[in-house]
């Protein structure tokens, strides 16, 4: 007997390029967040690779960005972020590990 498919607790519902950097849409038990990876480009940028995260489409759109070394780094700066200024900033809680192994997946980081 087969075992039932583990529903994915994060998937990419999009991915585009933007510029330098590439966008990916993901949804997450209802919720959206957009992850924007884009290499440094200007020699005075704080890290290699900047990951900024948002979960709202649109001018009213809270983005939390960080540079990291790698674009892994710079992801697990930005959830770190994310979960400290989550209760002031009003944003939606997600599973970072759960967004990490997705992205990894794709090899988006």
């Given amino acids: 007997m087969k075992a039932p ?5 994060c998937k990419v519902t999009m991915q585009y390029r933007r510029g ?20 440094r480009q200007e020699s005075d940028s704080g890290g290699e690779w900047r990951v ?3 979960d709202r ?3 009213d ?3 939390i960005a960080e540079w990291g070394s790698t674009r892994g780094e710079a992801l697990e700066k930005v959830s770190r972020a994310w979960v400290e200024q989550m209760n002031e900033r009003n944003l939606s ?9 997705t992205l990894q997946a794709i090899r988006a980081i």
């Avoid at 498919?5 to 607790?9: R, S």
């Avoid at 330098?20 to 290499?39: M, N, R």
């Avoid at 809680?93 to 192994?101: E, G, P």
């Fill in 52 to 54: 900024a995260a948002q």
């Fill in 5 to 9: 498919e583990a529903v994915p607790l």
């Fill in 61 to 63: 759109a809270t983005v």
């Fill in 93 to 101: 809680a997600f599973d970072w590990a759960a967004v990490t192994k």
């Fill in 57 to 59: 489409r649109g001018g």
């Fill in 20 to 39: 330098a950097g590439k966008v990916f849409e993901l949804e997450s038990a209802g919720k959206l967040l957009d992850v924007h990876v884009t290499p």
